[in-house]
């Protein structure tokens, strides 16, 4: 079976402060992608980073990094020095056998 | 370059009614997938339309039901209501359905409030 668990249900931080949004997922398939979207209050979720499963190379985009570790089917997301706008609801979502699979989600608010 | 367009925006329904959902997808997109959302939850899959057939499901009754156009635009219906059918009603378009993880880009949704 395919899931995806984001333990946190809301976070609250400082402007400025560092956060991490935990992602485990679980799947029996060798294949496959995981994903981040961020959905603001206007309700559309927006591509945050797609990751295969072949792929464990952190990334890093700005403020954002991403860290793969499938020895213990984790995909954690990091908001460096954050900021008001990053306030939103982010999905971890599994991707395999043409199936989305999403978290229940992590609401951040981010106070100024 | 118009991005996933849903219509409408709101709806208010009573139980037992039937509704459709509009979803015109990003341009140059050919596959429409469509997500059920309620309040707190993540997306939940419900199907993805492919040149015009249903390709994929998910653990959704047959009272959901949908249709794909040769323009590549879809609608979702819903049959006979409930009021656990209320939710945000999330259309997701991409290039055509493989195994490389396509990544979805997605509506505004509709938000559906069965009463």
């Known amino acids: 079976a395919q899931k995806v668990t984001q333990a946190q249900t809301e976070i609250s931080v400082v402007e400025k402060e560092d956060v991490t949004l935990d992602c485990v997922y679980e799947t029996r398939d060798t294949t496959y992608y995981l994903f981040w979207y961020k959905q603001p209050p206007s309700g559309e979720l927006v591509f945050l980073i797609r990751r295969n499963s072949f792929d464990e190379q952190n990334e890093i985009s700005g403020r954002y990094s991403w860290n793969f570790q499938k020895s213990t089917s984790s995909f954690n997301f990091t908001i460096t020095a954050s900021q008001v706008v990053d306030s939103a609801v982010y999905f971890c ?12 989600g992590t609401k951040l608010n981010v106070k100024p | 370059d118009a991005g996933v367009t849903q219509s409408p925006t709101h709806l208010i329904k009573t139980r037992g009614q039937q509704v459709t959902l509009r979803c015109s997808p990003k341009s140059g997109h050919d596959t429409v997938s469509w997500y059920q959302q309620a ?3 993540g997306p939940q899959f ?8 249903e390709r994929q499901r998910g653990n959704f009754p047959d009272r959901f ?4 156009f040769p ?3 879809s609608e979702l219906n819903v049959n006979a209501l409930l009021l656990g059918d209320s939710a ?10 493989g ?8 509506g505004s949704g509709t938000q559906l409030s069965v009463l």
């Open chain 1, 93 to 104: 979502a599994l991707y395999n056998f043409n199936k989305f699979y999403f978290g229940s």
């Open chain 2, 65 to 68: 039901s949908g249709h794909q």
């Open chain 2, 39 to 41: 309040l707190g939850q």
């Open chain 2, 88 to 97: 945000l009603y999330l259309c997701a378009s991409s290039l055509r359905p």
């Open chain 2, 99 to 106: 195994t490389h993880g396509e990544k979805l880009f997605f």
């Open chain 2, 71 to 73: 323009n590549y635009s």
């Open chain 2, 46 to 53: 419900i199907f993805q339309y492919y040149e015009e057939e």
